[in-house]
């Protein structure tokens, strides 16, 4: 995948969210493991609930940098396609994650969480369709090469 910028995200919104992350750094650890219990009940094996928790703000509170979050998002994307989750149970995960920040921090940040929830669910959604475009041109050239070689066996 190319190293992406994640400049289309507005310096002012940047500052925002990283308030945000600071307010949320020291209940980070708590909402987190709030979030595992939820996650295992619903049925997510330990290496899934690991991945989603690593694309949540709880995560990010702990990144110096929004770039250098949503660039480990980048990375935890691959992982959950790897792991068999689709791109809906990830925003379903920080859905979940939102109604937790609700509880604790209500009607505070809104619009960094907001944003910062979109930025996730954006790149989520950019690898996975990376990953998938990728898989589709895989299959393609299988299926020339199996063109090509039934085309070499018929007389």
Excluded: K
């Excluded at 295992?40 to 703000?57: M, N, Y």
């Amino acid at each position: 995948m190319a190293d992406v910028n994640f400049g289309w995200l507005a310096r002012g919104a940047r500052q925002h969210i990283l308030s945000f992350l600071r307010e949320l750094e020291p209940l980070a650890a708590g909402l987190a493991q709030e979030l595992d219990a939820a996650l295992r009940r619903r049925g997510f094996r330990e290496d899934q609930v690991a991945a989603l928790r690593a694309i949540t703000p709880a995560a990010a509170a702990r990144c110096r940098g929004v770039e250098t979050f949503l660039r480990r998002v980048e990375r935890s994307g691959r992982l959950l396609a790897a792991l068999g989750l689709r791109p809906e149970q990830a925003a379903q995960a920080l859905d979940d994650f939102e109604g937790l920040l609700a509880r604790h921090l209500p009607g505070r940040f809104q619009p960094a969480r907001e944003q910062l929830h979109s930025a996730v669910v954006f790149t989520l959604y950019r690898v996975f369709y990376e990953l998938r475009e990728r898989q589709v041109r895989r299959l393609e050239a299988l299926a020339r090469r199996a063109e090509e070689q039934e085309r070499r066996r018929a007389p």
